[in-house]
Structures are given as C-alpha cells and as structure tokens.
C-alpha cells in the first residue's frame, strides 16, 4: 500500500483526495520508483484546483516532477537503489505523475540524480531550473560566449527566469533582467547577478521591424509582443533562446530580423527533450548552481497539506520554492 493524493471529475468539477493504493493501481511501465520529494508549481495548483485545463484524463496524480529511487525495474539501464530524477514527458498531467509514495515510469524519461545533488535541492531546482538550463546551454551551444556581448532575460523574477540569471552570472555573461515587480525582487536579481534591471513595460511597447542593436543573446520566458521586440533589437549573428509563452502563442514580429540580422530563434521544449541532453542539463546544474541558491526562501509540506498550498500558489500568496516530501 501506498499513499497518493488522486484528482477526480465529477460534473465537470475537479476533486482531490488522499488515497491509500496498491501497486497494481499503478499504471503499466519500465520502472516503478519510490518517491522522496516532488514539487508544487502553479501549473500544479491550476491542476488541483481545477482552475486550468491541465490534466488530459482522470483520475490523475498529480505532479510534473519528482526525484526518488527506484524500486523495481524491467530496464537494465536502471537497477533497484538507483536515485532518479524527472521532469516534462506530461507526468501529472497524462501520465500519474510525483504527488504519490510510488511512481511508475518509462525509462527513458528518468535520469540518474546527479552527484552532490540531494532529493530536496532537485525539487527545487524542479521543472523551471532544467528549463533555465537548456536555455542558457542553447546559447552556449550557439556560441554566445561572455566576450559576445550582455544578455537580456525576459521574466527574470519567475522560476526559469530567475535561474537563467543565476547560470549566466556564474558562466561570466553580464546579464540585463527584465522584471515587471522591480521594487519587490530588484534587489534580488542583482543579488543573483544581474548587472542591471529593466522595467518590463519597455519591452511591451510595440516593436518596430528593426530597433538598436543592443543584446548578444536573450533567454526570452515570455513570448508574444515581448519576444518580438527582443528580436528587433537583438546584435548581428545573435540567438534567442525561447521558453515561454505566457504572453501567447502569437509573435507580431517579421522576417527581417532573421534576414539582415541572422538572428536565430532557440526554441526549447523541456518536455520531450532527448535524454542525453536531459542527463548533460541535470550534471550542469549540479555543478554550476550556487550553495546559495538553495537558501532561498522554500516551504516543505506534507501530502495533506497540499491541497490548501494549491489553493494559496494560484491566488499569488506563496513566495520562493514549494517542495513536497513522500
């Protein structure tokens, strides 16, 4: 028997109860793991809350990400007692994801828990620190190097944001955030190595086919209107590594960018992103993050508790990291 908070349907409405479960509960896969911490998100407490149309089927456990050790495994790449972590491949949203004691999974969406990195620091690296990560290698990769020149980050006060400010400050880039709440988490930003802070209304101001070169490379969390104009503006031969699309899906912006400029676009999924450059993400953030990254502000809570976290993280009432321990 295990413990699981399950989401239900009735009428229409979403229902959240703590479960106990047997193992054959579990849905058919590679490897079954023992949960020891996932993470609450806002896309989690949407999920729970039923406030969005995240979970593709019922009934759910919810949770994008978790870390633990495996059980049991039909895999030879895994073994009992090996520590794991996942994030993406739609775990708590269509497959049963870490907001249980157990877990069962595809191999290929696991990976090995990297050295000197616990359970606890994973989760709150989570979903948002991975992304972060393939966002700023893409930039390396694309040879943006610190001698290129200043890199702007759209959304820095949020959870990719804040993290691709970190890794870049740390590689050496000098880094411009842009943060629509200066007041509240300037401060901070420049406390993770943001040389200067941007309001956000200048880049939501409509962008013309071609503005000022200003910026080498760009981790851009935002999309739409914001995106274009960081396109307009961004150097010759310069890239954009592209996460989010919290402004929308549409992008008001032109070729010219990509055509004078040779400006290119990064797009980054960490949902299905390739394992090996899934296990090269996770090594890096082991080694590049800070110790005092993981002395920000992070609550602990219980599976019972997290119903009532749920409710408060969509109502913006909770700051820093929410981590769930199984």
């Keep these: 028997m295990f413990k699981a908070l399950v989401l239900d349907q009735v009428e229409k409405q979403t229902t959240s109860s703590i479960r106990q479960l047997n193992d054959t509960d579990l849905p ?39 870390t633990g050790t495996v059980e049991q495994s039909h895999d030879p790449r895994y073994a009992a007692g090996d520590k794991v972590v996942l994030t993406g491949w739609g775990v708590g949203e269509g497959h049963w994801g870490g907001m249980a004691e157990k877990a069962s999974l595809k191999a290929d969406w696991l990976v090995p828990l990297p050295e000197g990195l616990s359970g606890k620091q994973a989760m709150m690296v989570g979903t948002a620190g991975f992304t972060a990560m393939l966002c700023v290698q893409a930039l390396v990769d694309a040879g943006i190097t610190p001698e290129s020149g200043e890199i702007l980050v759209t959304g820095a006060s949020g959870g990719v ?19 629509g709440r200066i007041e509240q988490n300037g401060a901070l930003l420049e406390e993770l190595g943001a040389s200067r802070i941007i309001d956000r209304s200048v880049f939501e101001e409509p962008a013309r086919a071609l503005e000022k070169q200003v ?106 990291r929410v981590v769930i321990k199984l």
């Design 161 to 179: 944001g804040s993290v691709a400010v970190t890794l870049l400050a740390k590689l050496g880039y000098k880094v411009a955030a842009v943060s």
């Design 28 to 66: 058919e896969s590679d490897v079954i793991v023992k949960v020891d911490y996932s993470s609450l998100n806002y896309k989690d407490g949407l999920a729970i809350t039923g406030k969005g149309k995240i979970v593709r089927n019922f009934p759910m456990v919810p949770g994008i990400d978790l």
């Design 215 to 320: 910026w080498a490379g760009a981790v851009d969390t935002v999309g739409s209107k914001v995106l274009a104009k960081v396109l307009a503006q961004m150097d010759y031969n310069g890239a954009v590594a592209a996460c989010g699309l919290a402004g929308g899906f549409d992008l008001p912006t032109t070729v010219m960018p990509f055509i004078l400029r040779n400006v290119s676009l990064l797009g980054i999924d960490s949902v299905s992103c390739p394992r090996a450059k899934r296990i090269k993400a996770w090594q890096r953030l082991a080694e590049l993050l800070p110790d005092s990254y993981y002395q920000q502000a992070c609550t602990e809570v219980e599976l019972e508790q997290v119903a009532e976290y749920a409710e408060a993280i969509t109502n913006g009432q909770v700051t820093g």
